[in-house]
Structure formats: C-alpha cells, structure tokens
C-alpha cells in the first residue's frame, strides 16, 4: 500500500511540473504577441526644407579709388552673392561710388574729398561739430577687424554706416568711404542679414 501511494505521489509532482511548464510556454507566447515593434525614424523626412543650404556663389567685388587720387580711403574688398548687381559710378578720377543692389535693396560706399561727421547714440552729449544723432545702431566687426555700427532708426528703411576710431567714438565716412544703406517698404530680416554679412565681408587691400 505504502508503494502504491509513493507511486501516486511522484505521478502527481510529474503532472504538476508539467502543468507548470504548459502554461509558463502558454503566458510567454501572449505576452510576445503583445510586445509592440518599434516604428522605424525617417530621418531624412524630419529635415525642414527650410534648414537646407541654398546654394549660392560668392563674387569678390574690389573698390576704392587709386591712392595717386591723395584720399585717405582705403582701396577694399567687399563679398556677395552673384545675386547682387554691381555697378560703379565716379565723376572724376578721385571718386567713386560702388553700389550694390538687388530688389529694392541697396548698399552704396562712397569715396570722394567730403567732410565727415560724429555719429551721436542714445546717452551721447550732444556735440558742437557736425554730427548725427541715431536711435538704433548694430554693431558689426569686419574681416580686417574694424568695428562698426549700422546706424539710424529700428524697423527703419535708411541706415548709416559708422566706424570706431581710436578714441572710442564712433564717426562717417569710415575707412572705405560713406556706407549707406536703403531697404525698400516691407523688408525682412533675412535680406537685412544678407547686408549685414556683406558689410562684415570689407577687408582692405
């Protein structure tokens, strides 16, 4: 009798470890079907079109009149996009004015025998000599390390180029002549830019 019952006793743990065993394989198959397969990332498609390069090509531009004139100018260089038209106008030998223009926009640098001027900002005394007071001004470096400041009114379409000397003002012309600036009504931001690194790009040669 007491082998009979120690028989019964191992067929029920046999049936109860593969019971066990049954439905550990039933609850690991379901819970498989549940996991969920990661969507792959498209990257290509989150790029904005917006943030891509647009291909352009730059144009050195050279100005200035020839130091035989007697000014003090400096002859320059000055970059932009081949978008830009270049047209150079003088009366004589000793001036000349470069200007720059592209829909409505415009940057003229003129070098002639003119007089100059102290460029007045917010906070500034006023001052006897001639000068011009502005409101608004952005200041800007450029490649030979000479500091300016775009100068006039904020959200205006008239700006003046004013150039640090060495005693702490700021004065026009500056080394590469009057830098004036025009934008037409209903411009942006991006154009603006596009001028300011233009004017960033003088370098004297």
């Known amino acids: 009798m007491d082998r009979f019952f120690s028989i019964l006793g191992k067929i029920f743990i046999i049936l109860v470890v593969l019971g066990a065993m049954a439905y550990g394989g039933y609850y690991f198959g379901t819970q498989t079907k549940n996991i969920t397969k990661p969507e792959a990332i498209n990257t290509e498609a989150s ?3 917006s943030l891509l390069p647009i291909p352009y090509s730059l144009i050195t531009i050279n100005g200035g009149v020839a130091k035989s004139a007697g000014l003090s100018f400096d002859q320059y260089t000055i970059k932009a996009s081949d978008e830009w038209k270049i047209t150079k106008e003088n009366q004589t030998a000793m001036d000349e004015k470069l200007i720059l223009s592209k829909d409505g926009y415009s940057i003229s640098i003129f070098q002639a025998a003119t007089g100059g001027a102290l460029c007045l900002y917010t906070g500034d005394p006023d001052f006897e000599g001639p000068s011009s007071r502005f409101t608004f001004f952005k200041e800007l470096t450029t490649l030979d ?10 959200n205006g379409v008239a700006f003046t180029i004013c150039q640090k000397g060495q005693d702490g003002s700021y004065q026009q012309p500056t080394n590469y002549g009057h830098i004036s600036i025009k934008l037409p009504n209903g411009w942006t931001k991006e154009t603006l830019d596009e001028i300011d690194t233009i004017i960033v790009s003088l370098k004297k040669v």
């Open 145 to 154: 390390n000479r500091m300016m400041r775009r100068s006039g009114e904020q």
């Open 47 to 49: 790029i904005l079109p």
